[in-house]
Structure formats: C-alpha cells, structure tokens
C-alpha cells in the first residue's frame, strides 16, 4: 500500500498536469469530480504530475498530499 510519495498509475480518462485525481471504478486516475447538488466531490488520490491523453495511458502522480 502506497501512502505517500509519487507512484505510477493507470488512467482511465485524460488527465491533464495538475489536477487533482481520483480512482474510478476500475480503480484507473481519473480527474476529480466536484461536488454537484446532492452528489459528494470524489475523493483525492493525488496530484498528476504528467498529462494522460487517453484511457490506458501510464502517468505518475504525487499521492498523500
């Protein structure tokens, strides 16, 4: 279990540098999801620190912060 530091992931959407991520249901980054109505913000993994152009692409992100 990674707790702190930056780890390799799978992204499961695009993602650009800088957003904050979290995990979808296949446990893939996605870009966090804001607060909309009755429905929560998604949870924060980390920050991404590379750009992901499509589903399946390999990027790094900076967990625990």
């Known amino acids: 279990v990674n707790v702190l530091g930056i780890i390799v992931v799978e992204a499961g959407a695009a993602i650009t540098r800088g957003q904050n991520i979290q995990s979808d249901a296949n446990a893939c980054a996605i870009p966090q999801i804001a607060a909309s109505g009755d429905t929560p913000a998604g949870i924060s993994a980390g920050i991404a620190l590379d750009d992901a152009l499509a ?4 990027i790094r992100i900076l967990r625990g912060v």
Request: aromatic share 0%.
């Open 55 to 58: 589903e399946g692409d390999v």
